[in-house]
């Protein structure tokens, strides 16, 4: 199962999010729910690179998968945090999307930073 959690900041606003394990919804290729969450986690790091014109922390398992952890870098301008959020919500709600079909294989929740 993928396990996906969303760190929220006392403003609500998320600062980081962790992907972690493996769908197993089809055999390796043909899995359309760990397809769904790359595709959605890989464009939303990308679109946070491009259009907010900030590269996020990111650590992920290059040689089995199966983990993503993407932070915010501090000080960013009013509008990199805004457009940084637009692309963070639209990831949240593309994965709860996921799991409202496949909620076998994908998990996502929110939590509050500590």
């Given amino acids: 199962m993928i396990k996906g959690t969303f760190k929220r900041n006392d403003s609500g606003r998320i600062v980081s999010f962790e992907l972690t394990g ?14 769904a969450a790359s595709a959605l986690a890989i464009s939303a790091v990308n679109g946070i690179d491009a259009l907010a014109g900030v590269t996020p922390i990111v650590e992920a398992n290059n040689e089995e998968g199966g983990y993503l952890l993407v932070k915010l870098v501090p000080r ?19 994965l709860q999307s996921v799991q409202e079909e496949y909620s076998d294989y994908i998990q996502i929740k929110t939590i509050k930073e500590n």
């Fill in 76 to 94: 960013l301008t009013q509008e990199q945090s805004n457009i940084s959020q637009i692309l963070l919500e639209n990831l949240l709600i593309g």
């Fill in 22 to 35: 493996h769908a197993q919804a089809g055999e390796y290729g043909k899995d359309i729910v760990c397809a």
